[in-house]
């Protein structure tokens, strides 16, 4: 093993949560998220191999074969459909509502929101609040940090709006 | 809206952005669940292929490793009948091996298990593709129809092989192993007999898997506070004989070690064999062909993950074999037809081993004698190996 590579185990326990709060910002269901989150990792632990910790972060590397995972998960379920699980999504349903603080529920509630932005608003808030810097984000995006921050903070103001829309 | 309640909104936005994404986790289990499929449920091209090379690379570091095992034909010398049974489980396990199980001594019998069921494989000829596209690329595994011609060397002289049954583990089997590793009950997970906690690890419990056929078997996830092992000298393989030595985990059964440490984590797999009189040891190997028994699985001298054959103490019974013409002949005519524009390649099989599956059968479950053929060829210009599994028990003596 390269020194400068941490063993496997340890980015798996340290980005398993993050890396599904990322995916589950994004899709309809827990359970699409499991099913993504499981890809994300099973692709990374064959991969694992050939990460070289000098070229990129381990954060930047899982993040970015999430954010592939996540992309191609789209593309294979397609708009229409997405629009269908979004429509049809019912936060509260998947869950025992008794066993869930209530900040917890209204967060969920606001992830829905994220999860209806436009693609690449919806993208731009996931990874900046899965707590990568603008920099990192704009390289996963293909941006520049400016353009990534320029980005996020439309998408900031549009998931305000949809909020409010909502509460009203 | 002014612009400060604006800016102060959005702030407040941000805040629970981020206390949404923290408070954002997967379900308990699924953290356990994910690193069990991690390590157990790969492709079974790529874990066909995983095994062979990381058998090959064990036999390349462990010197120790018997020659029968890398055996390219195999070769039985002593022609025995069922009465040469009596010598079964008193020894002959190799450096490496402890010998048959003493619960499988003790239950060894003269009789028969009756009509036992007939093992199914996995990798069986995808007739309608073309050769091409059922070569698996990273493990130069070909998994479809070909035109089989044998050209090695089978001689076999036995006429009967040790047929074991087990009784499926039930909790209490499950619970009295982990209570005996001082591990508590923690639930019962579907899929699994149950799930325990120790100190410093998580302990999974699995009966039977009809399919994908898999055995019995424990899982060790170690937690974080698990410590490595530190002894001066120590390699892979000490490691793990101490780990499972200080958890009375240590095979009872005959086994060949194999060391990958290729990667990260280094792993160290026990390979259990069945001794067959007038054979010798032939591999338990599962419906892609892989070597199985206990593995440990290193990170940094720390074992990460052990997974391993739960304890069933077995019966045991001969039974009649094919003769080697007729396994042969059976093994030719698995190849295939195939049906697409492509014609099957030729293959030459140049390799037989007798070898042990695993064959489900709900309350009663059995492991059996089989014959692993091997041969390789060129396809598009890189070599590429077929394997062909077929049951070894004589036909009138097993189910359709």
Redo the contacts between chains.
Sequence with gaps: MLADRPPFEDLYREYLGRIYAYIRAQVGTSADAEDITAQVFMNAYQAYARFEARNTTPSAWLFRIARNATLDHFRAHGRRERLRRTIEHQPMAEEDPAAEAEDRIQYRALLHQVAQLPERQRDAISLRHSGLSFDEVGRLMGCSEDAAKMLYHRALKALREAVHKEGN | MSEPEEEL??QA??R????????????PD??DE??L??QTS?PAPRRLGDAFGAFFRGVREVPAVPMAAVAAVLVVVVGVGILAYSGLGRGGGGATSSSLSAGADRNYAAGTFGRVPTPVFNGTPKDTQAPQAVADASSGEYFGPAQLIWTGKLELTITAAPVFRYHEPSTNTADQFATALGAVLRERPAGFLGSYSASDYTLKIRGTVQSPQASPAFFIFAS?SMPAIEAAGAGPKDIADIFLAQHSLSPQWSYTVAVDS????VKVLYEREFDVPGSGPAYLIDGGGKHYGIEVDL??NRP?LVSGLLPVNPDVAPYKIVSAADAIQSALASGGQGVSATPSPAVKLTQAELVYVLVPAGDHSFYEPAFLFSGSFQLNGKTVVKRVLVPAIDPTLRTP
């Excluded at chain 2, 629970?16 to 379900?27: F, K, S, Y």
């Excluded at chain 2, 290729?262 to 984590?265: E, V, Y």
């Design positions: 909104e959005l936005l941000q629970q952005l981020d206390d949404a994404m923290e408070t954002t986790r997967p379900r699924f953290e994910l690193w499929r991690m790969r974080l290729n990667g990260d984590p990170s940094n990460v």
